[in-house]
């Protein structure tokens, strides 16, 4: 039930329905320590607040940002087959996946004017991805742990975007290694090697993506203190481009992010209440 009035106007954006979000999961134990997984379940994303303002943010000279008041949450049918086992001194899962979104939500680019172009999101249409996506979670010593992920898959975007009917695909991979090394039992530093592959979109493609990230982690009083450290794109190689085309205007966009980025986080956890009932 949303409802978004503008105040001194007659504009009322409405949008109210009833939904189901219906979930199915199955487990087979075929021997100890294998097991057999399968699950369907319907999910919803909704649009984040700024993706709903409709008024112009100035980004910088060529660029403004406008919101769509209009916007539709997304709706996903997500099915799952996976397959888990031990291997070596670790497990190994192997998972196939198919996601379906409706109302898929995209920020498209539209001229504003002759040198300006205004980014707004729209409901392009629906998704497929269909994929394979391996884990690998290994223990060699008590001190050291890794988590390998690798996602295989093919995506196609299907729907209509300012009144003409497009079809996109491509396929592609992500890969993700996460290294934890315990020093001690209070300190933990964690190494995150992350890449992503190209992306089709409704209008163009974005670009691979691949970074470095590094954090140590100390704890104190029975780990209920914790300090963390994170040094996050160490390398500065984050940046990417994304390109893409409308009618009669084309666009390459260069995102470069200000990297390395230093971030320190407190966090202490404190019992505020018990009860022997």
């Not at 996976?82 to 539209?110: D, H, Q, W």
């Not at 729907?159 to 396929?171: A, C, D, Q, T, Y």
């Not at 993506?209 to 982690?217: G, N």
Request: hydrophobic share 35%.
């Amino acid at each position: 039930d949303r409802k978004i009035s503008f105040k001194d106007t007659n504009f009322d954006y409405i949008f109210k329905r009833w939904d189901y979000f219906p979930s199915l999961h199955f487990s087979f134990n075929l021997k100890e320590g294998t097991e057999i997984k399968s699950s369907y379940t319907r999910r919803i994303r909704r649009p984040r607040p700024f993706m709903l303002e409709p008024f112009i943010t100035w980004i910088d000279a060529y660029n403004v940002r406008k919101g769509n008041p209009e916007l539709k949450p997304e709706y996903i049918d997500s099915y799952e087959l996976s397959l888990i086992f031990p291997f070596l001194k670790g497990t190994i899962i192997f998972e196939t996946y198919l996601r379906e979104v409706y109302n898929a939500i995209e920020m498209v680019r539209v001229p504003y004017n002759d040198s300006v172009l205004m980014m707004t999101n729209e409901n392009v249409g629906t998704s497929y991805t269909g994929g394979l996506e391996i884990t690998y979670n290994l223990s060699p010593f008590k001190f050291l742990s890794l988590n390998f992920l690798s996602d295989f898959y093919y995506y196609r975007l299907k729907g209509n975007l300012l009144n003409e009917n497009f079809e996109k695909e491509n396929s592609s991979y992500n890969l993700r290694l996460n290294i934890n090394s315990f020093i001690a039992k209070s300190l933990r530093f964690q190494t995150i090697l992350n890449y992503e592959g190209e992306r089709e979109t409704s209008q163009g493609k974005r670009g691979r993506v691949y970074f470095v990230d590094l954090s140590v982690q100390k704890f104190f009083l029975g780990r209920n203190l914790s300090l963390n450290l994170q040094l996050r794109d160490i390398f500065g190689t984050s940046g990417h481009l994304y390109e893409g085309k409308g009618d009669n205007y084309n666009f390459v966009q260069s995102f470069n992010p200000k990297t390395p980025l230093l971030i320190f986080t407190i966090t202490y956890n404190c019992l505020l209440y018990t009860s022997d009932a």
